[in-house]
């Protein structure tokens, strides 16, 4: 059944802006192929947004501008970038989906107000949604805020889940698992990208990608067909003699 995965990335920095959404446009070549005329070519889609990354940065500019924001700390996050990937390469209600995808995002971060761009890509091995958001609260910009720490993370994978996923009828991707198993899915689906030659690994992207995955590997590992069931650390048995000498808990004592 097909499911979906989100990823939600921190820009920091217009030049790593420029860079994400020259990337999503394909005016950086993929794979050292450079393509004069993507959209055309049905390699890329746009549901939101200019043609031309200098355009997507002047609109986050004037943004920025308009609440009053000149000159944004160099480590400020200047945009949150969304990756929403599909688990099979055709599906009919992929156009529903991106499309509610990119409203409820936008939405939840800001607001359809700062959303820069949404593009959809066609050209790799699985049909995935790129999103731009600049994470403008109130004339502020807070972008590690709107993101928030681990929990705040799992919570927004979880709405997205529920408020998206579910009324579309996409299986949910299981996101609870230990520190074994996480550091042991992510381990399998870095071998499995490399066995691929996945795009995303030679992606300018990739650093900001790799950090994400190995957050949260349990959707990505999912995604790629791999056995979480195998890769689930194993529960040690207790053999008959250690249960026959253990001191165990003993009988429950009063207390006055």
Do not use: Y
């Not at 031309?52 to 004037?62: G, L, Q, Y």
């Not at 579910?166 to 299981?174: C, E, I, K, S």
């Not at 992606?203 to 950090?211: G, H, Q, T």
């Amino acid at each position: 059944m097909t499911s979906a995965l989100l990823l939600i990335n921190k820009i920091k920095g217009r030049d790593h802006l420029r860079n994400a959404a020259r990337h999503n446009l394909r005016e950086i070549p993929v794979n050292g192929i450079a393509v004069s005329s993507p959209e055309e070519l049905g390699a890329i889609e746009r549901i939101a947004g200019p043609r031309h990354a200098t355009e997507t940065i002047e609109i986050a500019k004037n943004l920025l501008l308009d609440a009053g924001i000149t000159r944004p700390r160099r480590d400020a996050v200047v945009a949150i970038e969304f990756v929403v990937s599909l688990s099979e390469q055709q599906w009919d209600g992929e156009p529903d989906f991106f499309v509610a995808a990119t409203d409820w995002l936008a939405k939840r971060f800001g607001g359809t107000e700062h959303l820069l761009s949404a593009v959809i890509h066609r050209d790799e091995s699985k049909p995935h949604l790129h999103v731009l958001q600049v994470p403008l609260f109130g004339g502020r910009l807070v972008g590690s805020d709107a993101i928030g720490g681990p929990d705040q993370f799992r919570e927004h994978l979880a709405a997205f889940q529920s408020e998206v996923c579910a009324p579309h009828g996409l299986a949910p991707v299981p996101s609870k698992a230990g520190p074994v198993l996480r550091q042991r899915a992510w381990r399998a689906v870095l071998e499995k990208l490399r066995e691929r030659k996945d795009p995303i690994l030679h992606s300018e992207l990739w650093p900001a990608a790799k950090l994400a995955l190995c957050r949260d590997p349990i959707g990505p590992a999912t995604l790629l067909g791999l056995d979480l069931a195998a890769l689930e650390p194993k529960k040690r048995l207790r053999s008959s003699t250690s249960i026959f000498i253990s001191k165990g808990k003993g009988p429950a004592v009063a207390r006055s």
